[in-house]
């Protein structure tokens, strides 16, 4: 792949980890340079609850990425996203008139004017395209040259709250990014483990993370419905810990590496070794028991996902074909066949590997993790839809905490940049 330049940066902010890669623009889409995976602190499904905690993590993830580089490299643009409900998607028709005369050739510069109408609401931080009409009637995906009087945009609009859109910024403030923009979780997890056909024909993409769910509904190639559920990973740990009498380190080591949602299939008699909690003594679990206590949280947060998305699954134009579940919860083993058991549908582990994409490359020891899918997702994201639709946040004035334009200030800031220098050279004189 010929390279031709330009470092995107994405951080997934989430309530256990926080996930971070650098990624390089090539003529075919993205080479992912390193990555990095740090526990998150100061994090909930609530939102932040610790800037400084919180912060001091995003520093870390960044440090560790820029480590594995051989020369400092620049983070370019940056492309967050985070696991709490801060994100809405809402389904919009805006009609644009052309000519009230005679027939017009619809430009690109039509569609970007569409497109930059709506990103200039405050509270909209991306656009998705879903179909547009002529007036004569047609529906088409792409109506540039074509001819009409007037087009009828369908599109998906992602919104946040503008507070909670502030405090993330805040996060980030001082890195010195290019710009900066926001996506919606659902949307990229689903675009790093969907395959064109299955976006196409219908499908549900459950990104079930350590305390949250997220689910988005795919048709004809875009979401068409989004549903959040606080609950997650977490919860079905929690559980196993308490009836288990065991830590949450070593319940989350049972769930992973000893458990079984296909609890049937585990013999009777099979036992593993654990350590009490309490008195920190060794003794053995039932590997069934252990299992069906998995299968039976896991079952209920499935169970509490569909009701949620009835009103998608009741819609009669969207008959989805199956359900992709991803993040760290597909790791757990038999989880697919709680799936189909629930939704009553085909259903699979998503991983990039899984999806056929071929639009980002390196990385290549996590590209079957189910981890890893919505870090994939954002290159993917970024290369299909970011030039007309990403709306940015200009970081570069909010590098310093002083006022632009404040000669003076800045001049005293530069002399006690210079003095700092100077006493640490000092200092290893000394």
């Not at 008195?279 to 009701?307: D, W």
């Amino acid at each position: 792949m010929a390279k031709i330049g330009g470092m995107m940066t994405v951080v997934d902010i989430g309530t256990y980890n926080i996930k971070a890669a650098l990624g390089e623009r090539v003529s075919d889409g993205f080479k992912i340079l390193g990555y990095s995976t740090v526990k998150s602190n100061g994090f909930s499904a609530d939102g932040i609850i610790d800037a400084i905690g919180l912060r001091a993590s995003i520093g870390e993830a960044l440090g560790e990425l820029q480590s594995q580089m051989n020369k400092k490299v620049p983070f370019g643009e940056l492309l967050i996203t985070s696991s709490s409900d801060i994100f809405q998607m809402e389904e919009k028709r805006i009609e644009s008139v052309l000519s009230k005369e005679k027939l017009e050739v619809v430009k690109e510069s039509h569609i970007r004017d569409i497109h930059s109408a709506l990103m200039k609401q405050d509270d909209i931080v991306d656009v998705i395209p879903v179909s547009y009409k002529l007036d004569d009637g047609r529906s088409v995906i792409n109506p540039v040259s074509m001819l009409t009087t007037r087009i009828l945009s369908y599109v998906v609009l992602v919104k946040i709250d503008n507070k909670a859109r502030d405090e993330i910024l805040g996060l980030f403030d001082g890195y010195g990014f290019t710009s900066v923009s926001l996506s919606h979780p659902g949307v990229l997890a689903a675009e790093g483990v969907l395959n064109e056909s299955e976006k196409d024909r219908g499908i549900l993409c459950l990104e079930m993370g350590y305390s949250t769910t997220k689910i988005t509904a795919y048709a004809n190639g875009v979401p068409v419905g989004f549903r959040f559920v606080p609950l997650g990973v977490y919860n079905i740990i929690k559980d196993m810990a308490k009836v288990f009498k065991v830590s949450y380190i070593e319940a989350e080591r049972l769930l992973f590496y000893h458990s079984n949602l296909n609890y049937e299939d585990v013999k009777e008699d099979e036992v593993m070794e654990t350590t009490d909690f309490d008195n920190k003594t060794k003794k053995e679990v039932k590997k069934r028991s252990v299992s069906l206590t998995a299968y039976a949280r896991t079952r209920e947060i499935f169970s509490i996902s569909r009701r949620s998305i009835n009103q998608i699954l009741n819609d009669p134009i969207f008959s989805p074909v199956g359900v992709v579940i991803t993040g760290g919860g597909a790791s757990i083993p038999g989880i697919s066949n709680v799936g189909s058991s629930v939704y009553n549908m085909t259903s699979r582990t998503g991983t990039y590997a899984s999806s056929n994409n071929v639009i980002v490359s390196g990385a290549e020891d996590i590209i079957s993790s189910s981890s890893y899918s919505l870090l994939f997702g954002a290159f993917v994201h970024r290369f299909r839809y970011g030039f007309l639709l990403r709306k940015t946040f200009n970081m570069a004035l909010k590098t310093s905490s002083l006022p632009v334009g404040d000669d003076e200030d800045k001049e005293n800031s530069n002399k006690m940049s210079f003095l700092k220098k100077v006493w640490e050279f000092l200092k290893k004189l000394v």
